[in-house]
């Protein structure tokens, strides 16, 4: 087939966009839906939406029983001054797409043309206006896609849309370029997608937005990824006023809803979920590469939180679809990509326990795997408070397991206690793992619990790591050593997982402690880790039981969300 043949197919073909797992299935021919355990296919910020942002909306009732701001001109105040722009210069939507959709029923264009290959929306939305529009190759793999610009001046379109980061490719566009481009083609409008441009860690320097552009210019950006809000939805335009005008003119009332408008105005005040986003992707998407180029895969350079692959010789993107969607892993294939074909596939950065399944799943299915030990199945008991019952319940736990014929041991990563218990080769251990390591049938071993606090006064214990004194410490000079506690605790989960069949696994106080999550390694960061299915603990003689479930399921990431199997009364 002809480039120019492949690309009228794509044209006339069904949009698949990630996340559409159902679809997927369907187009593979495949008779049943496997359950979605992971999903690679869409670029939603790995670290879930803001901790604050997860509260509000357990409090949110207030704000759909009413309407919302027509125009949402307060969201609009707060991305003016969040970018460090005007207000007229601004217009908020439901999402990028809506906007895109405002930009062309505005302009009204004759010729729409996109940078390809690029973002397959961009082909749906002129479509949903009523033209037809096509793609203009301006971007190789051979080049690693650097943008051909020479090929897109050629072009006669009054309507372009460019991409930085480019979406499937993550490549970015040099501002200067994208306006000495818009000024050579001053009758074309020129729609420059930047919605991802808030993932790349030079933001500021690549971003046109707040900047003094060009009239034939206008800038949409999504904030659904990088928020990880997609079933909210919230977007922005930035243009000079006399073209963002236009687009106010066609824009539907009550587009943005109220829930999203109280939120939006600190959205980009939580300077710390910013940079950890932005840190934590970059950390990601390095190793994700380094996993993938060890695999045999050829992995473009990428600014967004996303990577486009190249595969070896013998797989196609729709098998290596199907064979992991089997396994309950979902990937976005690039064939519906004008200028990509059946060898390229996208992947987007997921946290760390999600890339090591789909690592180990690649491996399996490719027959790179090293020589490594499957990890341990495990559960992950955790609480509403301390003394919820945590204890107890992975001790029954054990027992149930134990008589069932599985080889079971329990693990608390630290527990606090005044009296410990002595093993049989003179290390100390709390005593209520020793308790779960009699109802499992086996020895207790410090490696169960590696690391015990013996309290010594009001802010002082004595540190047992893997069962021998490090000696009295303070909580500022315990909170200075959390990370080789951290350290020493994944060491032991290694040890003695590596030695039974099945982990249950204690948290303690609570998994919701805000104010400690960063530096806590006892509850779902160890779960996480030990890639356990989490039970939820809740002791109803205590009173408020009900409200102490909720606050505690409002309080965690969606990350640790997502591990929660159930919830103990």
């Not at 698949?16 to 939603?44: I, K, W």
């Not at 980009?268 to 695999?295: F, P």
């Not at 990577?307 to 010789?313: D, F, K, P, S, Y």
């Amino acid at each position: 087939m002809t480039e120019k043949a492949q690309i009228t197919s794509k044209a006339t073909a069904e949009v698949l966009h990630g996340g559409n797992a159902e679809s997927v299935a369907g187009r593979l021919g495949l008779s049943a839906l496997p359950e979605v355990r992971f999903d690679f296919s869409v670029n939603v910020n790995p670290l879930g939406m803001p901790s604050w942002l997860n509260m509000m909306l357990c409090c949110s009732q207030h704000l759909v029983e009413k309407y919302p701001e027509i125009s949402a001109s307060k969201v609009e105040l707060a991305l003016a001054a969040a970018h460090g722009t005007d207000a007229d210069r601004i217009m908020a939507g439901n999402g990028a797409t809506e906007l895109f959709a405002c930009a062309l029923q505005a302009i009204k264009p004759a010729r729409p043309a996109w940078m390809s290959p690029a973002y397959v929306g961009y082909r749906e939305i002129c479509l949903a206006a009523g033209v037809t529009g096509r793609p203009v190759l301006s971007g190789y793999p051979e080049s690693d896609f650097d943008t051909d610009w020479d090929a897109l001046l050629k072009d006669d379109s009054d309507l372009l849309f460019l991409a930085s980061p480019n979406n499937p490719t993550g490549k970015l566009l040099k501002p200067d370029d994208v306006l000495a481009f818009c000024r050579k083609k001053p009758d074309t409008c020129v729609i420059l997608d930047e919605s991802f441009m808030d993932f790349v860690e030079d933001a500021d320097r690549c971003t046109l937005i707040g900047r003094d552009i060009p009239v034939n210019l206008v800038i949409i950006k999504s904030l659904t990824k990088f928020f990880a809000i997609p079933g909210l939805r919230l977007g922005m335009a930035y243009a000079m006023p006399e073209t963002l005008a236009r687009l106010r003119q066609v824009r539907q009332p009550w587009s943005v809803n109220g829930i999203v408008q109280a939120a939006a105005a600190r959205l980009y005040e939580d300077k710390a979920y910013i940079t950890a986003t932005r840190h934590e992707v970059q950390s990601l998407r390095k190793d994700l590469v380094a996993d993938l180029k060890r695999i045999g895969f050829m992995v473009h350079d990428s600014s967004a939180p996303f990577v486009l692959c190249r595969l070896q010789a013998g797989l196609t993107a729709p098998s290596l679809q199907g064979a992991l969607l089997k396994m309950g892993i979902l990937i976005r294939s690039c064939v519906d990509y004008d200028g990509l074909d059946e060898s390229c596939i996208r992947l987007a950065v997921r946290p760390r326990h999600e890339q090591e399944e789909l690592i180990s799943a690649l491996e399996q299915l490719t027959g790179t795997g090293r020589s490594q030990s499957k990890r341990t199945p495990a559960i992950m008991v955790v609480g509403t408070t301390s003394h919820a019952g945590k204890s107890l319940i992975t001790a029954g736990l054990c027992r149930i397991f134990a008589r069932s014929g599985i080889k079971v041991a329990p693990f608390k990563a630290q527990n606090m206690a005044l009296n410990s218990f002595v093993t049989k080769d003179g290390g100390e251990m709390g005593r209520a793992q020793v308790t779960q390591a009699h109802a499992a049938g086996i020895q207790p071993h410090t490696d169960m619990n590696p690391v015990l606090l013996k309290p010594t006064g009001e802010s002082g214990s004595q540190v047992i790591v893997n069962g021998k004194s490090v000696g009295n410490m303070n909580a500022r000079e315990y909170y200075s050593a959390k990370k080789a506690m951290r350290d020493h605790a994944h060491a032991a989960y290694r040890r003695i997982s590596g030695r039974v069949e099945l982990m249950i696994l204690e948290g303690a106080g609570s998994p919701a402690e805000i104010n400690l999550r960063s530096e806590d390694f006892v509850n779902m960061d160890m779960a996480l880790t030990a890639g356990a299915s989490a039970i939820l603990v809740a002791d109803i003689d205590r009173g408020g039981v009900f409200a102490s479930i909720m606050g505690t399921l409002a309080l965690m990431p969606s990350e640790h969300l997502k591990l929660l199997k159930g919830i103990i009364i």
